[in-house]
């Protein structure tokens, strides 16, 4: 298995932790008023916004446990942006429990949801999360893929275009790192 620190600096860290604990804070709470008020896509929705926050603030086994709890919610709602955002989510937790495989499936799930539902959004950050995921397994030529399919929606919607050219940047230089040139 390569070594993934050439890509440790692609995981987003919050810039304020404080904030980033308040954020946190208010979508539990926004998440318990959603539940009080039975509204199912609204407790989807925080819930992918909630396990975001907590892998982001490096809690993936509190973002896992919570995600793989609104599984049943996810599939039994009509096909809307959200869920596509809850299954990107939850394929980040599983990536970072190590829990590749299980990751695999559900960045498939979210890039063929938001492909055809036209979500490039989601798609390319799917793709790019996927394409993390794929070089910590040492799958380089399909990170390579993802990130590049990613740059490429991420051209067309003027988004976060950085990130993408820093880490096939990143992919070229390990790979050159591995074959000793």
Same mark, same amino acid.
């Given at each position: 298995?390569?070594?993934? /620190?050439?890509?440790?600096?692609?995981?987003?860290?919050?810039?304020?932790?404080?904030?980033?604990?308040?954020?946190?804070?208010?979508? %539990?709470?926004?998440?318990? /008023?959603?539940?009080?008020? +039975?509204?199912?896509?609204? *407790?989807?929705?925080?819930?992918?916004? $909630?396990? @975001?926050?907590?892998?982001?603030?490096?809690? &993936?086994?509190?973002?896992?446990?919570?995600?793989?709890?609104?599984?049943?919610?996810?599939?039994?709602?009509?096909?809307? #942006?959200?869920?596509?955002?809850?299954?990107?989510? $939850?394929?980040? =937790?599983?990536?970072?429990?190590?829990?590749?495989?299980? =990751?695999? @499936?559900?960045?498939?799930?979210? *890039?063929?949801? =938001?492909?055809?539902? @036209?979500?490039?959004?989601? #798609? /390319?950050?799917?793709?790019?999360?996927? @394409?993390?995921?794929?070089? &910590?397994? +040492?799958?380089?030529?399909?990170?390579?893929?993802?990130?590049?399919?990613?740059?490429?929606? %991420?051209?067309?919607?003027?988004?976060?275009? #950085?990130?993408?050219? /820093?880490?096939?940047?990143?992919?070229?230089?390990?790979?050159?790192?591995?074959? +000793?040139?």
């Amino acid at each position: 298995m390569p070594n993934p /620190a050439p890509f440790e600096f692609m995981r987003f860290s919050a810039p304020d932790p404080e904030a980033l604990a308040r954020r946190i804070e208010q979508s %539990r709470a926004d998440l318990a /008023a959603a539940r009080a008020a +039975g509204d199912d896509a609204t *407790v989807l929705d925080l819930v992918a916004d $909630l396990g @975001g926050l907590l892998t982001t603030a490096r809690q &993936e086994h509190a973002a896992l446990t919570l995600l793989q709890g609104h599984e049943a919610l996810a599939q039994s709602l009509p096909l809307e #942006e959200p869920i596509a955002w809850f299954w990107t989510a $939850l394929a980040t =937790a599983e990536q970072y429990v190590g829990e590749r495989q299980l =990751a695999d @499936g559900h960045f498939a799930l979210a *890039v063929a949801l =938001a492909d055809r539902r @036209g979500w490039r959004r989601i #798609e /390319a950050m799917a793709l790019h999360h996927w @394409g993390r995921s794929l070089v &910590e397994q +040492g799958r380089l030529d399909d990170a390579d893929e993802r990130f590049a399919r990613a740059l490429r929606l %991420r051209e067309a919607l003027n988004h976060q275009v #950085e990130s993408s050219h /820093a880490a096939l940047a990143a992919l070229a230089q390990l790979r050159t790192e591995r074959s +000793g040139t």
